[in-house]
């Protein structure tokens, strides 16, 4: 069929490929199964052939996906040291590799990378697209990337990965169906009733109009086994075979069966692809594999997996599916661990624990060492990839089977495992219980790095507690035997807990401790325990106010990060960078960062506490919806924690919302929640916090002696002397909120700057107070705003007349050349100005009153 109403896409394709002479682009192909993406793909790779090299790579629907899958058909095309490095090498050493190869495109001046339907992506490859697009400035290529929006989860890693390419280098195309007079065109005006059946999807219309009856089967299934049953019968045993292999079938797995073949080939049952046949599109493939019979299907998995066997160099993930789908326990025991480590090996964590919790259900009757072996593998694996309830079980059910087996190291490294885990999954006495325990059990053992190990694991907890006097003990412990045993991993974590627990205390000695622990571990290639220091750095500097040492370190260490793909510590300190930009007031620079932390793969405990107490104030300051329910969500996971750093970020969170609602009762109760354990640990910044809500519920008349001096200043009157002292760190809100307590020309002032921030419930509740005051009350929002009936600015309009027209936030952002984050921020006002909860009733209630 030929393509028809494709050309605007294509030559959008097009025009990002041109561009690609000022640095790399990414196009982003969407549309539902069967929209065409692959046939405009391919219609674009050939046209862009003699201007371009193409590269292609697909992700396939196994049981377990393929460790970087799509890579690996890169690879072989490429060869050399990518292919050579890809079974075998570090994750890092493979992308650095092809980011090599792709900007020294052989016999080309520019590259296309194509990777296809990465609905089905591992782990490890949506860390790739991430890293390519982090990079493809440097170099002249093309990635284009497709997958079905259909069958995307809300919470699919793709969508965050997708936000996180860059805006100016990236285009979102949407594949929409046929319309009616594309589908009439191919099938006649006198057939109406194809458009009806197949409702423009191009793949439906394609297997319709091939089909020989005149009747149009009622589904894609009855559609293929219709076509199918025309062919003779060795024809449909291949079909049959075929089905079962995802992606496509090789030509040793149809040995002698030529002539079966090209009849599927000449009906257009099956068509050539790569070296090997496959049926035209996944969900045509699916229809007959789901009309075969249990029986059948496991005979031909097994059929399958005696030739994959045989054959050097398959990826073990597809071992592992057809094991699985022939019912072959041995195999898939043999397999599934194989193709775990390899996966954990090249970062695809979540692929890993996949692979290991099939093969653990078959492993009841082997060995308790073997068994164990597995479950600790498991249970790393599932830690790396974010898995917190199966990461602890795992590591549970192996201690057990450690503690029948009498091995004291074993074990103790199993508790100490299970006190990270714990305090990793918001568990911090849970924490301590197996910190102590794995002391207990191998102090009694011949001590080593075991050890070591575990007296920084109890540095760390301490230091976490704001115990710090314990944590420089117990890690200066760990230090002396770590060196004893020449264990640098564990010499380099006790520098760590030691020098954050000294910050912590405003110790001087404490920066710079991280910064030499950073730099020993950097030398020593221990990029976790790097990222480590400078992420406490950063953090400690955030809550202690020391703002310019905050940035400093935040410009420094997120590069750092996201090179190295430590995204769980990036998110957490994109919150802790999003708080800096609260305060001083670049409130869309906040935004992004806020999003950025939040968008992604589900995070276990309260890492993400500081993202969701700033999007929280951010909502309830600018009047939109949502930031009850962030709050919440942050007290659930901050409280339970139990620890300074997320508790108070939570109390002042709630004592702020509560305050702006007018319920004093209930702001005092949170942040007099929040002070108690500030006062317990002495962190000044937060005990003044804590007690300025406190004062300002009429809960609090003098500040102590601890607080930090801008909040001691405003408590004691001297409203002045704490707006200039706010002026000093460059602290744009706070200012304002002392000013607010000034005169008429300060909290004139004070409103200039709520407007400015577009922080409206704050200004509505200083302007009731100076009301009950007494005094001038300055005049509200600009003009533009106040003549819109609901109050939208005159962005906002343009925004809400855009998504009436059914763009997405991406389109829009394109049209008003603007981030998408900046989009998704006017989208939250409009929709909360409005009082509705989605985009189409927004829509809806701008015609209604006349707004567009």
Partial sequence: MDLLERSDELAVLHRLLAETT?????????????????ALATAFAEAAGPRAHVLWGACDPLLTPRALGPLHDIARVLGGRLRDRIGDGVRSEVFDLLLEALDRPPQAARTVVVLEDLHWADEATLDMVAFLGRRLALCRALLLLTYRDDELAPDHRLRSVLAGLPPDRSRRVILPPLSRAAVDRLAGRDRPEVYEVTGGNPLLVTEV?????????PTVRDLVLSRLATLGESARAVARLVSVVPARAEADLLAGRA????ECLARGVLTISGDGVAFRHELLRRAVEGALSPVRRKALHAEVLSVLIERPGVDPARLVHHAHHAGDAKATLHWAPIAARRAAQLGAYRQAAAHYATALPLAADRPAEERAELLEEYSLAAYHGGLGAEAIDARRAALGLREELGDPLRIGDDLRWMARLSWWNGRPDDARRYGWRAVAVLEAAPHGRELAAAYSNLSQLFMLGNEERAGIEWGRRALDLARLTGDLNTEVHAMVNIASAQQQIGDPEGVTGLLAAYDRAISAGLDDHAGRALVNLASVADDRYDLDLAEDTFRRVLPFLLARDLDGYARHLLGHK?????????????????????????????????????????????????????????AERGYRAGEVQFVVPVAITLAELHWLDGDLERSAAEAER?????????????????????????????????AAEPFRLLIAGDWRGAADAWQAKGCTYPRAEALSYGDADATAEALRIYERLGAVVPARRLRGLLRERGLPVPRGPRPATTTDPVGLTGRQREVLALLAEGLSNAEIAARLTVSAKTVD???????GKLGVPNRGQAAAEARRRGLI
């Fill in 22 to 38: 000022a640095g790399g682009r990414v196009a982003v192909l969407s549309g539902e199964a069967g929209a065409g993406k692959s």
């Fill in 209 to 217: 109009l091939s089909a020989e009856s005149a009747d149009i089967p």
């Fill in 259 to 262: 002539e079966a073949v090209d």
């Fill in 578 to 634: 999003a708080h800096v930009e609260l305060i001083r007031g670049d409130w869309a620079a906040a935004d992004e960062d806020v999003e950025q932390s939040i968008s992604g793969v589900p995070m276990p405990g309260a890492f993400l506490v500081p993202s969701m107490t700033v999007r929280a104030l951010l909502r309830a300051r600018r009047g939109t919806p949502g930031a009850h329910q962030d709050a919440d969500a942050a």
């Fill in 674 to 706: 929040g002070y108690r354990l500030a006062l317990e640990v002495g962190q000044p910044w937060f005990i003044g916090e804590l007690a300025f809500w406190l004062w300002r519920c009429g809960r609090l008349d003098k500040a102590p002696e601890e």
């Fill in 825 to 831: 921020h006017h989208v939250s006002a409009v929709l």
